[in-house]
């Protein structure tokens, strides 16, 4: 692959990183609560995949306590370096500037890869094969996105949040494309009417290994 195919379709404007750690913005009041609802327990080693400034980080390495780990992974180090002022000391953490489709982690090592408002943004085909490489047999990737634009609350009047919606992966596209690359759905669920979905899966290849 060509260097440029590994961009993002939007490069989020790093004068804006503050940004990301609003609750509002992201229409998630409790992090901690929505990692745990969607499988990530104490002791794992996670992968943050697409980052950004670390909204999901803190609540990831809570969840995983002080005998789990979280690697976190985002591409632009002016983003990166919000991140670190907030949870550059954490022991459990450890922060990479790479990308999600070649992050050049260890194979195999890891219980959990958690992708959080980032996979509509890359070819998925492509995540899905570096997310395959890096979990170990049997882990589960953890997928957070935005649903249809429709089922979205307005911020302010005639605005919605989140992307525009030929810009958004839907969850029956998303689906479709696990199906396709041999993943198996393991849990899914909706948020604030279906504005927010996620969905859990494992490989077949890797069970198959397991």
Not at 56 to 81: C, K
Not at 125 to 145: F, M, N, S, T, Y
Not at 154 to 169: K, S, T
Not at 192 to 207: F, P
Request: with cysteine; net charge negative.
């Amino acid at each position: 692959m060509e260097p440029s195919e590994y961009q993002p379709k939007h490069l989020f404007d790093p004068a804006r990183a503050a940004s990301l750690l609003d609750p509002q913005q992201r229409m998630v009041a409790d992090p901690l609560a929505l990692v745990r609802e969607m499988g990530i327990l104490p002791g794992m080693r996670v992968v943050d995949l697409g980052c950004g400034a670390g909204f999901f980080t803190h609540a990831l390495l809570e969840a995983v306590g002080e005998d789990g780990r979280v690697v976190a992974v985002e591409l632009q180090e002016p983003i990166l370096a919000v991140l670190r002022e907030r949870l550059g000391s954490h022991p459990q953490l450890e922060v990479i500037l790479a990308d999600l489709l070649n992050t050049g982690l260890e194979s195999g090592g890891w219980d959990a890869v958690f992708v959080a408002f980032t996979l509509h943004e890359v070819p998925v085909a492509v995540a899905l094969v570096e997310i395959r490489r890096i979990l170990r047999p049997g882990g589960v990737l953890a997928i957070l996105d935005w649903g249809h634009a429709r089922t979205c609350p307005e911020q302010e009047p005639g605005r919605n949040v989140g992307p525009p919606e030929e810009e958004r992966l839907l969850p029956e596209v998303l689906r479709r494309q696990l199906v396709e690359a041999g993943w198996r759905e393991t849990a899914y669920g909706e948020r604030l009417g279906g504005c927010h979905y996620w969905v859990n899966a494992q490989s077949e290849t890797c069970n198959e290994l397991a």
